[in-house]
């Protein structure tokens, strides 16, 4: 039975991945598999930018910053998927749903940022190779880093409190997390003010850290055009090919969706990309950046 009363509930229920029983099995195994590489993959990048000299650098310091959103992202995320996948009772406590959404958000916005931050790291190494150990020192990167955190706190700070001083007349989220954009939609009442809030918060966070990121490109790809060299032009693009993908990624799925209007949103549109961002992505960026990066290969190697 859903909960009717328009007060907070002291639980909500995860309806998950499937209510199938064999593809439960397969979800469960999928994910856990998915987790554990994403573990083993950013502590191996992390252990491996830590005990090589030669990765000491802004770029790799930036990418350890990756690793650790990726790493804390997923264990927000999955733990929560998995046990529910495998229990039967799929209630989540209001305290454990506010923990999860909090931290979420903090994340999802520090990556934003973050990969804003190395787009600009590589515009810098491309465009202004001879100022670059000046501009990006260890106080300025230090700077660079903490930005992402804070903004994606504070982002936070408001959109929970917001959010869960609503009204739920529904506590069963078809849903495998605590995400706010469906939340929003289990409101007895219009949540206007929280969707204005949602969007205002997206296109400052996201719009804006991708066209920072869009700009430092435009400047970089002018740049390499004008290596006369075919053999140069591909051994610069080569540096920047890797974030780019990511980029790619991970900026598509987080603009369609918080940017999307609610009229757009659909259950199994969300699920995907839900699964994408949080799930899939955090596994694929050590992969991405690993493969494409011959400095790290050596090292790993």
């Known amino acids: 039975m859903e909960n009717s009363s328009q007060t907070l509930p002291s639980q909500f229920f995860l309806l998950g991945l499937s209510t199938v029983p064999h593809l439960q ?3 469960f195994l999928v994910i856990m598999t998915i987790y554990i590489i994403t573990l083993i993959g950013n502590f191996l990048f992390l ?7 030669t990765l000491h650098t802004p770029m790799y310091f930036f990418l350890s910053n990756l690793s650790l959103i990726d790493i804390f992202l997923s264990s927000t995320i999955v733990p929560v998927i998995l046990i529910n996948t495998v229990s039967t009772n799929k209630s989540i406590p209001l305290g454990s749903c506010i923990f999860q959404m909090f931290f979420a958000l903090i994340l999802g916005a520090a990556e934003c940022i973050l990969l804003s931050i190395m787009a600009y790291d590589r515009f810098v190494a491309i465009c202004k190779p001879l100022r670059y150990s000046s501009i990006m020192n260890t106080r300025f990167c230090i700077i660079l880093a903490i930005i992402p955190w804070t903004i994606g706190f ?14 739920f007349c529904r506590t069963h989220v078809n849903h495998f997390h605590c995400e706010m954009p469906l939340f929003l939609r289990l409101s007895c009442i ?3 003010l929280n969707e204005v809030a949602m969007y205002v918060a997206a296109g400052l966070i996201v719009l804006c850290s991708f066209f920072l990121t869009l700009i430092s490109y435009v400047f970089i790809i002018s740049t390499i055009v004008r290596i006369r060299s075919s053999h140069g032009r591909y051994a610069v693009f080569s540096t920047c090919a890797s974030h780019l993908t990511v980029v790619i990624l991970f900026y598509g799925t987080i603009m369609s969706t918080y940017l999307r209007p609610p009229s757009f949103h659909s259950v199994e549109t969300d699920r995907s990309l839900s699964v994408l961002y949080t799930v899939v992505i955090p596994m694929l960026n050590p992969i991405i950046y690993s493969i494409r990066n011959k400095d790290v290969k050596n090292c790993i190697m």
Do not use: A
Not at 154 to 166: A, M, V
């Open 47 to 53: 252990f491996t930018m830590r005990i090589s000299p």
């Open 190 to 192: 219009d949540p206007w």
């Open 154 to 167: 504070i982002d936070s700070c408001i959109q929970i409190p917001l959010t869960f001083s609503l009204p």
């Open 25 to 27: 099995v397969i979800g």
